[in-house]
């Protein structure tokens, strides 16, 4: 492989928030330091100065601030965040355990341009559904994380949250979470099969697109900001030796354990960051080169410059694995011009780019136009 990542998209740069660690579950598979509360929330305050300092610093970017816990929906200044954030003009994803009211979640959607309510070992499908249906359909789906000892409640889950119209992310589950030792559970091939079809099938256009033709019953947070494809795309886009262009998924490369980039050129931190709920600022959510700031002590700390040389043997979370990654021996390009992927490659491998770009860029000029339209 040569390259991979979801570089068609443009200048997006994803910040992962971990805005406080308190959470009102204990899955069995999260770790008590995800959830137990010793971090409060931060204050709104230096959550403000925060986004200042990224969006001052990435003014020709598509900023997405990705939000986690613990559950950040529990953090009173929460909607007064989103709301600051889209009035910026970048754009916000919550990621959720679904546990607040429909009602809740009415009042901060139209801040937010991606939702992922997360269905786990107590959540209830028609519950969800009653939380999921709150959103437009191009602008949420279900993590199911796919639970060894709850297998088939995750599958009737699945299908059932797909048969209605809703997208559905197979998640695979992972082993001390978040750490050194991070692995995934010992899933059967038959299950890797089916979690990898069933992040496939995310591909199919009309998945991308809206299967069902919903109405749209809330004003969509969309910000346009040149080009941005602001729908839900969880493509990474692979180029292989010959060529090859590849479409595939996070969750499809965890599945099928095609996560290993050691050696690899990585462009996370131009591309993505972590921030903690400690405070802790790092290039990536694997942490492979350490915390390099923290917000409590300076907010207004400088962004990276310059891609890593990844040394681990697995990247497994999902923000991460859609970053840029180069293959040894392969050209790099000046990260102080761009972050947004421009390798010389030869001839051959250039044609392929170049065509995947233009047909990239098709695509996404058509759905912002489309979005556009379905505007109130
Ligand atoms: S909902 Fe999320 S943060 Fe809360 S316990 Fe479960 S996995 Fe952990
Ligand atoms: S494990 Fe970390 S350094 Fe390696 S490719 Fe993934 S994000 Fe980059």
């Not at 809740?104 to 786990?120: R, V």
Request: hydrophobic share 35%; charged share 20%.
């Amino acid at each position: 492989m040569i390259v991979t990542g979801t570089w068609s998209r443009k200048n997006r740069f994803n910040v992962q928030w971990q805005l406080g660690n308190f959470c009102n579950y204990k899955c069995s598979y999260c770790p008590t330091r995800l959830r137990d509360g010793r971090f409060e929330f931060v204050t709104i305050d230096l959550a403000k100065r925060v986004v200042d300092n990224i969006l001052r610093q990435k003014p020709d970017h598509n900023v997405l601030f990705s939000f986690q816990g613990g559950e950040v929906t529990l953090w009173k200044e929460f909607e007064n965040l989103l709301k600051y954030i889209y009035e910026q003009g970048a754009s916000s994803l919550l990621a959720t355990n679904g546990s607040r009211t429909p009602a809740y979640f009415a009042k901060i959607a139209p801040y937010l341009n991606y939702t992922f309510m997360s269905f786990h070992e107590v959540s209830e499908v028609d519950k969800m559904l009653e939380r999921i249906k709150v959103f437009h359909p191009q602008h949420v789906a279900s993590y199911t994380l796919m639970n060894l000892n709850l297998w088939d409640k995750c599958v009737d889950a699945h299908e059932r949250i797909e048969a209605a119209g809703y997208r559905s992310i197979a998640r695979v589950i992972f082993d001390d979470y978040c750490t050194l030792n991070t692995q995934q559970l010992s899933y059967t091939s038959e299950q890797r099969q089916y979690i990898n079809k069933c992040n496939l099938h995310l591909l199919k256009p009309a998945r991308l697109s809206d299967p069902l033709d919903h109405e749209v019953v809330l004003p969509l947070p969309v910000k346009m900001k040149g080009v941005i494809n602001n729908k839900f795309d969880p493509r990474i886009i692979q180029i292989h030796d010959a060529g090859t262009v590849i479409n595939t998924t996070a969750q499809s490369l965890l599945a099928t354990q095609q996560n290993d980039y050691s050696g690899f050129n990585c462009y996370a931190g131009l591309e993505v960051l972590c921030i903690g709920a400690s405070g802790g600022v790092t290039t990536s959510v694997c942490a492979q080169d350490g915390i390099f700031a923290d917000i409590f002590d300076n907010p207004e700390f400088e962004l990276p410059t310059v891609p890593m040389s990844c040394n681990r043997t697995s990247c497994w979370c999902e923000s991460d694995l859609q970053a840029t990654k180069i293959s040894p021996g392969e050209p790099t390009f000046n990260p102080n011009v761009q972050p947004a992927i421009d390798p010389v490659f030869d001839t051959a491998k250039s044609l392929a780019r170049d065509s995947l770009i233009a047909a990239e860029d098709d695509a996404e000029q058509a759905a912002a136009e489309e979005d556009l339209l379905v505007e109130p």
